[in-house]
């Protein structure tokens, strides 16, 4: 059941990321992220974050594509050009990346058992066992993001007016 | 049940495709979405191995969870701003190719 699964939403995952990666126009690519940051979102559950899941769906799939594809469709973007700038990033980027997903995968499949197997249900984090940490131990830092959001929404009115 | 290996190896696809549409995308919007793509590549690590740390001290541990939240908060702000700056470059240039966006000056 638990393999189906994860097998069912990562390759839902890993088929919206190459979409993205594919599509030429960019709300195209928007979507597919759309459902790569869904089905992520349930392998979060899977893994015993509910929290996390539920926030994922909210925040990403939720409020930061809404404002992506609004972004689209108010510049009016259109199919993107084919235009070579860099040659490096072909040369030198995708033999790197490659080589990256290469050493990546072969030490954690190496390292297989020391990781160990997720059993769907066992070690649920609870929001209250989140918020025990976060409000308790962590209230600074916590009060500090909410510093930073402000800033941040003063900065994109700024940046974003139109200058007279 | 499935070995918390294969989260990482999920994890480790969805950011090399990350790295890759970074590299071969034109299109500023869609080369931000490829860095959304790559934090929440890391994200799901996070959470993996939070799931792995839980089992090896054998009580609940919810410290990657945390880290993902903050990376969460993080990412939400970064969007605001990273799209704000998109208009600003859009409205002076009025193109959104990034071989054409190359200098700071506007």
Known sequence: MHLALFIIFAGLCVAGALNLLLQRHPINSALSLIVVMSSLAVLYLLLGAEFLAAAQVIVYSGAIMVLFTFVIMLLNAGKEERTHGSKLAYIAGFPGAAALLGLLTYIFLSHSAAFGQAHLGEYLATTGDLSRVLFRDLLLPFEVTSVLILIAILGAVALARKEH | ?106
């Not at chain 2, 929440?40 to 919810?62: D, E, K, P, T």
């Not at chain 2, 859009?90 to 000056?105: E, G, Y």
């Open chain 2, 1 to 106: 049940m499935v070995p918390i290996a294969y989260y990482l190896v999920l994890s480790a696809v969805l950011f090399s495709i990350g790295v890759a549409a970074f590299l071969i995308k034109r299109n500023i919007i869609t080369v931000f979405m490829s860095i959304e793509l790559m934090l929440n590549a890391v994200n799901l690590a996070f959470i993996a191995f939070s799931r792995q740390w839980s089992q090896v001290s054998g009580h609940l541990q919810v410290n990657g969870q945390i880290f993902v939240f903050f990376v969460m908060v993080v990412a939400a702000a970064e969007a605001a701003v990273g799209l704000a700056i998109i208009i600003a470059v859009f409205r002076a240039r009025n193109t959104l190719n990034v071989d054409q966006i190359d200098l700071m000056k506007l």
